[in-house]
C-alpha cells in the first residue's frame, strides 16, 4: 500500500476516534438495544434506518478531504459507517473496530456480462447486451464459473489500516453472508426475454445451467471450509440487504462449516412468473444451497407473499424476509406474526425521492399502512433504493423522524 501525506493520516484518525467514540457512547447502546431485542425475539421499538448506497456521491463524496487515493478510499470506508449517526440519526449499529473481510469472490459462469448506458448522462439505469442469444445451442458457454481467494491482499491492506489507525480502531475480521445468486448473474448474461422464453423453449437445458451454477457454489463452499475462511456471521457482521447478523443461534467465535454461518438468496428476476414456475426452475436449487446455511435471508425487490405457503415457510432457518411494496404486505404480516422471521420492509422509495418538499401526510399514510401490517412481527425498516436527497441530509433525518413516530404510533407488538 502507498505511503499518504501526514494530512491524510490526521483527517482519518480523527475520523476513527469519531468512531470510536460513538460506538462507546449512550446512543449506541440504545441502538444495540434494539438490535439485541430482535436478537432474542423481543417485539420492542423495531429499528429504522435510511440507506444510502445508491446516492454516495451526495453524502459521501462531497465530504472526502484526503488527497491521496488510498487515503480517500479509506476515508470513504470510514464515513459510510458513521451515516447513519452523523447525518440521518437513524439505527445503524456502531462496533468499536474497524471490520473488514477477506478478499474472496465466486463467479457462478464463465462469461462477463456487458451492458451499457446512455452516453453522457448521469443514471443508475443500464441496458443488458446478451453474450448468450439462445441458450440451447449456447448454453456451454456458461462453464466456467470459478472462486478464489487473495490472501495476500487482505493481509497487506490490513496491516495497512492497522498502521494507520489501529490504536484508535482495531480490525476485526468479519464475514458477509453466504451468497448464492443464480437468476440475476444468469439474467445480466443473456437478458429477462431470452431467460423467459428459455423456460418454454428448453427447460431441460435450464436445468442444466441451474444446477451448473448451484455446483460452483456448492464447490465455493466447500473451499471456504477446507481453506478454514469461514468466520462468525453475528452481531455487528453485514448481511444482505444491507443488514446485520444479529442472532444467538449460531457460533459467535470459530466456524468450520458453513451451516454455522448466514447466507443470503433471491430471485427477484422470476417475480413475474408463476409460483409453480419458480418451484419447477429455482426452488429446488435454492434449496440445495439453503441446507448449507446456518440461517437465511431471503428476497430483494420480488414478491414473496406468493411464494410463502408452498415454498419459503418450508425452509426453517429462514430469519430475515425482504418485503418489499411489490408485495401484499398484510397477508406477509400475515405469514410472519409471531414467528422468528423478521418482517424486513423495504419501504416505497418515491415518497423520499419525488422532487420538492417531503410529503409528510403522504409519508405518515404510507407507514401507518406498513407498521399495521407488520404488528406482532419482529420488525426492521431499512429504506433502500433511493437514488437522492437532492443533496439534503435533513431531508433525510425528518424521513427517519416520521418513520419513527408512525412505528411508535400504529406498531403494536
Known amino acids: 500500500m502507498e505511503q499518504i501525506p501526514s494530512k491524510d493520516r490526521d483527517i482519518l484518525r480523527g475520523i476513527a476516534a469519531r468512531h470510536r467514540d460513538y460506538a462507546h457512547d449512550e446512543k449506541n447502546n440504545a441502538i444495540l438495544k434494539k438490535w439485541h431485542a430482535q436478537e432474542m425475539g423481543i417485539r420492542e421499538t423495531p429499528t429504522v434506518r435510511l440507506l ?11 465530504r472526502l478531504r484526503c488527497t491521496s487515493e488510498a487515503a480517500r478510499g479509506l476515508e470513504a470506508t470510514l464515513l459510510s459507517a458513521l451515516v447513519g449517526r452523523e447525518l440521518f440519526d437513524d439505527d445503524t449499529p456502531l462496533s468499536p473496530t474497524f471490520d473488514m473481510g477477506w478478499h474472496t469472490w465466486v463467479t457462478p459462469f464463465g462469461l462477463a456480462a456487458k451492458t451499457s448506458r446512455i452516453p453522457g448522462q448521469k443514471t443508475s439505469g443500464y441496458h443488458i447486451d446478451p453474450v448468450i442469444a439462445d441458450l440451447e445451442s449456447e ?5 466456467g464459473g470459478h472462486f478464489g481467494v487473495n490472501r495476500e491482499s487482505t493481509e497487506v491492506y ?8 489501529g490504536d484508535i480502531l482495531p480490525t476485526r475480521m468479519v464475514m458477509h453472508s453466504l451468497p448464492g445468486g443464480i437468476t440475476n448473474p444468469l439474467v445480466h448474461l443473456m437478458g429477462m426475454e431470452n431467460y423467459y422464453l ?10 442444466r445451467v441451474m444446477d451448473m451454477a448451484t455446483r460452483v457454489y456448492e464447490q465455493y463452499y466447500d473451499f471456504l471450509e ?8 453475528c452481531g455487528t457482521s453485514p448481511i444482505a440487504q444491507e443488514s446485520y447478523a444479529f442472532n444467538h443461534e449460531l457460533p459467535a467465535d470459530a466456524v468450520c462449516r458453513t451451516t454455522d454461518c448466514w447466507g443470503f438468496l433471491e430471485s427477484q428476476e422470476t417475480t413475474a412468473v408463476s409460483p409453480e414456475v419458480y418451484g419447477e426452475f429455482v426452488y429446488p436449487y435454492q434449496d440445495r444451497l439453503v441446507r448449507r446455511f446456518g440461517l437465511l435471508s431471503y428476497g430483494c425487490c420480488e414478491r414473496v407473499d406468493a411464494l410463502w405457503e408452498d415454498y419459503l415457510s418450508k425452509w426453517t432457518n429462514l430469519r430475515k424476509l425482504s418485503v418489499s411494496p411489490f408485495n401484499c404486505e398484510e397477508q406477509i404480516g400475515e405469514y410472519l406474526r409471531g ?7 423495504k419501504p416505497r422509495a418515491e415518497l423520499v425521492t419525488h422532487p420538492g418538499p417531503l410529503d409528510e401526510d403522504a409519508l405518515r399514510r404510507y407507514f401507518r399502512g406498513v407498521c399495521e401490517a407488520a404488528s406482532g412481527c419482529l420488525f426492521e425498516i431499512a429504506q433502500r433504493e433511493v437514488l437522492t436527497l437532492f443533496g439534503d441530509a ?3 433525518r425528518r424521513y427517519v423522524e416520521i418513520a419513527r413516530e408512525c412505528v411508535e404510533q400504529y406498531w403494536k407488538p
Open 226 to 233: 477446507r481453506e478454514n475462511l469461514l468466520l462468525p456471521t
Open 139 to 143: 448454453w456451454e458457454q456458461l462453464q
Open 339 to 345: 414467528t422468528n422471521v423478521v418482517y424486513y420492509s
Open 394 to 396: 435533513e431531508r433525510g
Open 198 to 207: 428459455s423456460m418454454y423453449d428448453c427447460p431441460d437445458i435450464l436445468h
Open 52 to 62: 444510502f448506497s445508491n446516492f454516495r456521491h451526495e453524502v459521501i463524496t462531497p
Open 158 to 165: 490490513r496491516a495497512w489500516v492497522e498502521d494507520l489507525i
